[in-house]
């Protein structure tokens, strides 16, 4: 059985401080892991992804740490803001990007 | 460009009632697939299309039928409908296999069978 366990199921964040959602995978074939934002009431939508050969990537505020011999990755969210307040989906495909396998998703609050 | 295109909104089935999920992409896009959400269980693929005329089983397909005529349209149906069908069902699509840009989802549509 294909599985990403995400961690945890909601989280409180203050405005201004860093919000952090894990996620760990048991197969090593997956090649690519990309993290959704969904909003209340929308489909998710791509926030950001990484490939398996790189151990970070940075966008903006949004940043995935990747650690392959762990299987874990996180998503950090810095200078964490009220619209921020989403929930959050970690996924893993093994054909790059199709037939996304995706975790249980985070509840993120950001409190102002 | 509307992106992904799901209609309805929301729908009220009774048990054993059947119904037709409709979705649609203008963006040419080869791949497409069905998720259903229920809380706390983040999204289960169900069906999806690799193009037109080709379809296969995801995770949870029990319960459900897809076709896939053209590219832009992936119809999901659902016969005898039972209360474990009660979820949101999202529709998204992908450019092809390797290109690593992403699903886009449609907003999806709530179900409830009673």
């Known amino acids: 059985q294909q599985q990403v366990k995400q961690s945890p199921q909601s989280l409180i964040v203050q405005k201004g401080g860093i919000s952090i959602i894990n996620c760990a995978y048991e197969?090593?074939?997956?090649?690519?892991f990309p993290w959704y934002q969904q909003f209340p009431g929308k489909g998710p939508a791509l926030l950001i992804a990484i490939r398996p050969d790189v151990s970070e990537k940075k966008e903006g505020r949004f940043t995935i740490s990747f650690n392959k011999s762990a299987k874990q990755f996180s998503l950090h969210i810095m200078d964490s803001q009220p619209g921020d307040s989403a929930t959050y989906f970690c996924a893993a495909s093994m054909e790059y990007g199709n037939k996304l396998v995706f975790g249980a998703g985070t509840i993120l609050r950001v409190k102002s | 460009n509307a992106g992904v295109t799901q209609t309805p909104k929301f729908r009220i089935l009774k048990i054993g009632q059947s119904m037709t999920l409709q979705c649609t992409q203008d963006m040419n896009h080869n791949y497409m697939y069905w998720y259903r959400q229920d809380p706390g269980m983040g999204l289960k693929l169900i069906y999806y299309s690799v193009g037109a005329g080709i379809t296969d089983k995801g995770e949870v397909p029990n319960g459900y039928n897809v076709s896939r005529s053209t590219t832009e349209d992936f119809p999901l149906r659902l016969e005898l409908a039972a209360p474990s069908q009660t979820s949101v069902y999202f529709c998204a699509s992908s450019l092809s296999r390797g290109s690593g840009y992403g699903y886009t989802f449609g907003s999806g549509t709530r179900l409830t069978v009673v």
């Open positions: 197969n090593t074939a997956f090649d690519y």
